[in-house]
């Protein structure tokens, strides 16, 4: 089981960017998949989950309404569109499988600053 995110990087208050991150070594269509980040000195907290055909999102208070998380199955990819970005979503985000998680992958930074 491997994760690999990518699509992170600098971006000032109000901007986006669209994180990318690609499973692999299971069947990814049969997992519900997460979104996570880790802050400097904060615990890792969950900001997204999509079942695993893709009907149902769900969203931590403090993104929604800003992010979108959405996944291709044939592709084995899972996506975090984050608009209207803000200086505390700063943080090195990643991907998991979510009732069964595998090793975690390297994350890709997100930095919101002007």
């Known amino acids: 089981v491997q994760f690999v995110e990518s699509g992170g990087g600098w971006v000032q208050p109000g901007g986006s960017l669209r994180l990318s991150c690609a499973g692999s070594g299971f069947t990814f269509s049969a997992f519900d998949m997460d979104w996570y980040r880790r802050a400097p000195e904060r615990e890792r907290e969950c900001v997204a989950a999509i079942i695993s055909d893709g009907d149902q999102t769900m969203y931590a208070d403090n993104v929604k309404g800003r992010f979108t998380i959405s996944r291709d199955n044939a592709k084995n990819q899972v996506y975090l569109q984050m608009n209207n970005l803000k200086p505390e979503d700063t943080a090195v985000y990643y991907c998991?499988?979510?009732?069964?998680?595998?090793?975690w992958g390297q994350g890709t930074q997100v930095t919101v600053s002007s």
């Open positions: 998991n499988r979510r009732y069964v998680p595998g090793p």
